[in-house]
């Protein structure tokens, strides 16, 4: 069992940049591996990026601009997002798989979440 709280979001002015954090509780953190997810008003749950063993990967919509690491010893994974767009605007989930899957790309990969963090992008 593990525990997730994000922190770091925030209003943020467009081209500006925020660093998310989320910080895990319980045991094997470093074998689970790491996704985030936004959700904006009206619209679905999706995928931003995750980290694996083998490294990260993302979106087509925020590759190039966000970039994903996890720190094992502190139990932590960052999002840190550059560049940001009005449209990045959303509550940031981060969310923890402990089992192997075919895709981490979708929700339901996911056997933890955190209870979110709300990113404002102001244009």
């Known amino acids: 069992q593990v525990q997730l709280v994000e922190s770091g979001g925030g209003l943020v002015q467009a081209g500006g940049s925020l660093r998310l954090s989320c910080a895990a509780s319980?045991?094997?953190?470093?074998?689970?591996?790491m996704g985030w997810f936004r959700q904006a008003p009206g619209k679905e749950r999706e995928f931003v990026g995750g980290?694996?063993?083998?490294?990260?990967y993302y979106a087509d919509s925020v590759k190039g601009r966000f970039t994903i690491s996890r720190d094992n010893a502190k139990k932590t994974v960052y999002l840190q997002m550059n560049s940001l767009k009005p449209e990045d605007t959303a509550v940031y989930y981060c969310?923890?798989?402990?089992?192997?899957?075919?895709?981490?790309?979708?929700?339901?990969?996911?056997?933890?979440w955190g209870q979110g963090t709300q990113v404002t992008v102001s244009s």
């Open positions: 980290i694996t063993w083998s490294g990260a």
């Open positions: 969310a923890a798989s402990q089992y192997e899957r075919r895709s981490y790309m979708n929700t339901g990969a996911y056997d933890y």
């Open positions: 319980g045991s094997g953190f470093s074998s689970y591996i």
